[in-house]
């Protein structure tokens, strides 16, 4: 039993080790983009495109990916993908215009299987937990797992900038590539298999003797993953413009204010995981799974509408972290439930609920200004707000268990 534990806080570690270097290599290229904008003169649309087809990739690759981690060992998928990442991040470095075709479809082609390739590692990642861990410390493993987001987030300027500054982006981009191989040198060499514990199966949080596709609970849930992505890829895409175009802080002001959520998810993903676990043990699976996600979610709608109002800055500023911090620390209570609804099937159920993120993440980036311009930006956050209001009221709908 202590080698099965050992065994699994270092599967944990490694996830965790992968999914950010998986991360960095992910927004490499929204932090070089100025360089590479600059050489090949792509317009604004051209390098949004450029940024868009890493989704594409991602988003339609979801399901099947998932469905691909119920088959095939988390060992052999994260090797090979690792390896995919290391390829895609440094072939980048190495494109050059060519006489007979233009750069800009080598960028989206290689953006596309980046996607590909990325897709498979937060449901890969929470069929490993679903499978490795009790069920009371599923919130927790997701948590630690999608902090990800923001290790990566951090990260990536941090590591990438200097080296750009002194000799190129290609510079920068290759050392994406780097870090991504060293994570995946570690995965090779120190992965454990993973093997599935009766202890993940407790009375009130064995998964569904059906499909959970088949359960209402896994569809409030999808439904509000996908709201909770919308509001969640405002802040990813629309926050930095915001506040120049909208708040009129000079650029160095907005990066640092941009890169202040990013920081604090360190915390507050795993935070929400850990204290998701908790209210399980104390109120049962369904009425603790639902409790972070409820009062976060609501909590961070009216964040997010005082943020849209307020006249003064400060206010305003502060507000909109709060939301941003508060939507994402609900990620490993999502994971987790998932985790409880779906079993073993959690890498094609996975897939499917991160589907949903990903479709709310290409809606939102377009819809919002498009909203902005009708109704103006205090508007179209106040309709967000809205919205994260009722991704937080479906989780009345989520029981674990449910077979219905």
């Known amino acids: 039993m202590s080698d099965d534990r050992h065994q699994a806080r270092r599967l944990l570690l490694l996830l965790v080790i992968v999914a950010s270097a998986g991360y960095v290599a992910r927004v490499a290229i929204s932090v070089l983009a100025p360089q590479i904008m600059a050489e090949y003169a792509f317009t604004q649309t051209q390098m949004g495109t450029i940024f868009s087809a890493f989704l594409v990739g991602y988003t339609v690759m979801q399901v099947p990916s998932g469905w691909l981690a119920d088959r095939i060992r988390t060992r052999l998928l994260f090797g090979g993908i690792t390896v995919a990442w290391v390829v895609l991040t440094a072939a980048i470095a190495f494109v050059r215009p060519l006489p007979a075709i233009s750069v800009l479809p080598v960028f989206i082609a290689l953006r596309v299987l980046f996607g590909v390739a990325a897709a498979p590692t937060y449901p890969a990642s929470a069929r490993a937990v679903a499978v490795t861990f009790p069920v009371t410390t599923h919130g927790r ?12 987030s951090a990260l990536t300027p941090l590591l990438l ?12 981009m290759l050392l994406a590539s780097v870090v991504t191989a060293l994570a995946a040198l570690a995965w090779w060499l120190s992965a454990p298999d993973v093997i599935a514990r009766s202890s993940t199966k407790t009375d009130e949080a064995a998964p569904a003797a059906v499909a959970p596709w088949r359960t209402s609970s896994f569809w409030f849930l999808f439904g509000s993953y996908l709201l909770q992505g919308y509001v969640g890829y405002i802040f990813v895409f629309w926050f930095y413009s915001y506040l120049v175009q909208v708040r009129h802080f000079n650029l160095l002001q907005a990066a640092g204010i941009t890169s202040l959520p990013w920081v604090a998810t360190l915390i507050a993903i795993p935070a929400g995981g850990a204290v998701s676990d908790a209210a399980v043990r104390r109120w049962g699976a369904t009425k603790g799974r639902r409790m972070v996600p409820m009062i976060a979610l609501v909590t961070g709608a009216i964040a997010l509408a005082v943020g849209a109002r307020a006249s003064i800055d400060v206010i305003a500023v502060g507000a909109l972290i709060a939301c941003t911090v508060l939507v994402l620390c609900t990620e490993g209570p999502f994971w987790a439930t998932l985790n409880e609804i779906a079993g073993a099937r959690s890498g094609t159920a996975g ?10 993440g290409m809606i939102s980036p377009a819809l919002t200004p498009w909203l902005a311009n009708h109704i103006g930006w205090e508007g179209a956050l106040s309709a967000t707000a809205a919205l994260a ?16």
């Open 141 to 152: 493993a997701n948590g630690m797992v999608l902090a990800s987001i923001g290790i990566g």
């Open 161 to 172: 900038v200097p080296l750009t500054r002194a000799y190129s982006w290609r510079a920068g």
């Open 351 to 360: 897939g499917l609920m991160n589907f949903g993120s990903n479709l709310g």
């Open 389 to 404: 209001a009722v991704s937080g009221l479906l989780w009345m709908g989520v029981r674990i268990g449910d077979q219905r």
